[in-house]
DNA sequence: TCTGGCGTTGGGTAATACCGAATGATTAAT
DNA sequence: ATTAATCATTCGGTATTACCCAACGCCAGA
């Protein structure tokens, strides 16, 4: 997990507990030192720590991650201009679609969900604010690596490769660069099926003042509703303008 | 800041290190380690630990805190029934009374606020979902507090005292029992300034199904609309009957 | 070219993260 | 009531490392 060599080496295996609550759900010591391999003492000592430092909670059944990590997070969100600028975009744009809304960027090589917003008709799904994603799999990922150098991705793709979440990912690094390219011409990305089956995404690029993108807004449905029509005409006009407003009052704030 | 002696040392400095970015908005390694008081080498460390454990992001003026702790937000946010089920019905109070509704809970001594949905008239607040407030200077941590034994809330107030906010702010621990027991024959709480100036919230406490507090609901906006009719009638009524609705839906989820 | 401020690197050492083993605490089973 | 089993917790030794100092390299601006 933390196989990287770590200047601070103690808060690798910190954070291996972290994510440990995370994938176990109200585990207790003993789960957490078995899942990460180290003694129970060890786990204990970090869980200690943790909880001390108000990242971590011991509930009746188990522990479960802390509310500082909210502050920590919200304050990540809110600290970017990007955020503040696109809420209310984003919000209108849920509104008028009736599907989900969703702002998202891409740090350290993944697309993370940095906005949602429900429409009046969105049906149920898994992805959350803050979630993390791999890139190629959603069209916010897309339409936001489309827009940066070869060499860029190349980094990407060199280090978390191009997994295959289900049988509509892109795996193959030369149809996800003709993708790329349909993609800069048309302005807008799509997602059919590419990582959750069924869905259907269609994201548009946020470039900030010297044409370098910065983030993407994308609205995503049920294949039902999102029809080709639909999908190729209303929707890319709408996510794109909706792009625009963004960039826009991104100059003036 | 990290006194507390911590079983695992370094975990205190880097998160010295953390908050130091929070508060410096977007400070390089010099600022940073001037601020916590360490060598320039030691903040090195940390932040180059940090960066490649996806927690921080060295942007083009400084550091910023890392969209993973939004990743673990949203999770720790996410995992708590009551966020679930209540959202809906803060969204539509929100909509109802046309201020914001908040949803909040207590943790290790301080108000954090799960989430804050925007009405139509709502005046710009300076609260954001996960931001951490002292309990004593909210409605929503009164309406709490109030239905805790004596002895938790002497704890809490033990440990962080009960800070002066502005010149409304209850600071005595006299004024604030008594005031608890208001809350508890009203069943609902009020804050008239005692955070931020001009603004005033009510709120009112959720139980589980063992009468154990868990979290509370409020409505808040600026004294301009929130007269005292208003205050004292149609909102404690609506906020009530939020808390309920909630109540009773986490009974059966 | 020089100077000042920055981030970065490397290595020594005092401090500690990590571990094994023992001890409590709790619950379930006999 | 007694035992057994499983959990969290405590404690102290030691190999490891977090921390620091000092030196270096880099870039602007003078």
Redesign the pocket.
Known sequence: MSSEE?????????FDVVDAIKELDE???????EHI?????????????LTDLDLAV?DAD??RIGARFLEYGGYARENMPVFRVARPVVKRLATETGEHANLGMEEHGLAVFLYKSKGEDAVTIDTHSGMRVPVHTTAMGKAILAHHSREYVEAIVGEHGLPRINENTITDRETLYEEFERIRERGYATDDGERVDGMRCVAAPIFDENDDVLAAVSVSGPASRMHDDRLKNDLPQRVKSAANVIEVNLKYS
Chains 1, 2 share one sequence.
């Not at 770590?6 to 910190?14: D, E, F, P, Y």
């Not at 391999?37 to 200690?48: I, Q, R």
């Open positions: 770590l200047r601070v080496k103690s808060a690798g295996t910190m585990p207790t010591v003993t789960n957490i030192a391999g180290v003694p129970k003492s060890t786990a204990h000592d970090h869980l200690t720590t011991a188990g522990y």
